[in-house]
Each structure stands twice: as C-alpha cells, then as structure tokens.
C-alpha cells in the first residue's frame, strides 16, 4: 500500500489515522486505519480491509466465498464467457475501458476488479502522474491482480471493500469502472450514489454487468444462458443512477447480453430555462405553471377571463398575474386599516 494516506472511514466518512507496523521501500506492508472512535481497519500483506459492515449479506457472502474459491481460475473462466458469444475479449474489454476517457494523469478507482483482467487495460493507458486504486471484497482476487499491475509504472493501491460504503474522500477520482459484480453489490443505488460522491464534477463512471434483454426472454438462447446463470435475470438498474448523471448511455454488448453504462458526473439536478417566457395566448413561464397553481374558477369566470384578456391584448398569464396581484395587495391594505 502506497504510504500516502487519502482513505476515509467508510462508515462515518471522518479522516482515517495511519499506523505503521512493517513498512517495505516505501510501501506499508502492515498496520492499521483508526477512525476518531476507535474503529481499526487493519492491513496485511500491504492490503488493507475496509469492508463495512463487517457483516456481509447473503448474497455478498455467497459471492465472496464463489471468488475466495475460484481466484486461481477466474480468467479461465472469464474467457468462456467472450467464447460463448463469439466474441474478441480483448477488442471488447478495451472500448470498455475507453468510455472512461483516460488521461496519463487521471486518478482512476476500479470496483470489483477481480483478478485485474480490466485493471490491465486501465493500468495501461495512465502514466507515473495518474493514480489507479483497485478494490474487491475478495482478498484472493486482489492478491492475483496484484501480480499483474507489477509490470506498470502508475501507482497501484489495493483494498478490500464493500462498493456502497466507499473508503474514499469527495470529488477525488477522475472516472470509476466497475464490469462485473454490480448486480449483486449490497445496495446498488447506495454504490452508485458512492460513486458520484468521489467522482469529480466532468468526471466518468462506466458500470456493466449481466443482463438479457427483454426481447430475448423467450428465445432458446435466452433460455439457456439464463438456466446457465441466474444473473441474466437481473435488470439494467435504470432506477438507480444518481440524478447527478449527465450524458448517459447504454448499451449491449457481449453478444447484447451485458449492460454497459456510462456517465459523466454533474452536479445535483439539470438545470432548466424555466422562467422563459413562453409565447402564446397562455403565457407564463414553466415556473409558473407548475408553481403558481390556485384553486381554478368557475366556468363563468374563466369565460369572462377570456374575454378581458382579448381586450386588454395581454397573454392569459400576464392578466390573471396582474389583475390578482392588485386585488389581493387592496385587499391586505384594506385588513391593516
């Protein structure tokens, strides 16, 4: 673990205190993360734990302990499911990986790396000015990853953690990636809110994972490939994106059986033209339709309304705006006296 200390508690937020009990070449081997109250988020072999809550849900456990088993012949298992759907792995992997928009500098953070499979071609477009902080629930995965980010120069840093409770400070990365294990995150719309929370404003977020398509439920193929794995049950967590994303895509890829979406950061909501004037016999401005709502008027009323509008050449907003503003500023004056 590279000595410099940017990591936050992942259940407060507060700034961690580093302890240093073995240190290598500059890199800390073992030690442990204190929060303010006490907590301790230990490190071992240069890889420190922040997964919060301890306590991993069903579907988390399950999955970790599939990983903690099958790290030796994850990418043997991964290259089946590019061979399956006639597919260069390569090819497909890297135009992932350039949704992210990549400079030699950017800070990059990869969630459910894996064995490094992505983190390879990530690794590969940064230079010593850039940062890559890799993370997985799996210490076994990261172990393999961690052999494989050894031939880079950017600077690597590995760490345990659960996606929705990010052991990172506001707006420090440049662009998250995360291919696979999205569907079964604790919390997806937590996780991806924690992505957009340590993401700066411009920055990219690229997230895929499995997903049939709908049109393809009731074709033989579709069937197969769910019968195969469950997961391709799962839906595009369209719900889910934070309301910060702009620009978003998605799209199928892998055979049109895996999501992919990519997003850039903004901040809070979009923001509208809603006080422009609109031109017409209504008028008013979008503002003020939804805003300015009353209790509406009888049909008489709305009929005599109409007429007064048509002689005083006014749109029905600018009339009603004035003649009610008037009325009421009357009638208060008339209630003080």
Known sequence: MIKENIYRCPETGSKLKLFIEQEVDGRVKKGFFQNKYGKK???KDGIPDFTYPSELNAVQREQYAYYEANASAYDDLQKLTFLL???DESLVRKNMVSHLNLKKSSKVL????????DSENIAALLGNP????????SGAMLKKCRKKMRKFLVPVDFSIGNASYLAFPNNYFDAIFSFGGLNVYGDIKRSLQEMVRVTKPGGRI??????LPIWLYNTEFGKILM???PLFKFKPPFEAIPVEARDVMIKWII??????????VGVGEPVGNFDLEIPGRRGGTLKTRYYGKLEGVTEETKKLVLQAVEKNSDSVHKWLDKTLNSIAKKQLMTCKK
Not at 110 to 117: D, F, M, N, Q
Request: overall charge negative; charged content about 15%; aromatic content about 14%.
């Open 41 to 43: 988020y230990y490190i």
């Open 227 to 229: 019968n195969a794995n």
């Open 130 to 137: 850039g940062r890559l902080f890799v993370q997985d629930i």
């Open 206 to 211: 690229v997230v895929g994972d499995e997903s």
């Open 85 to 87: 759907q006639n597919e």
């Open 110 to 117: 990869e969630l459910s790396c894996g064995t490094g499979i």
């Open 255 to 264: 055979g049109g059986v895996y999501y992919l979406i990519s997003f850039t």
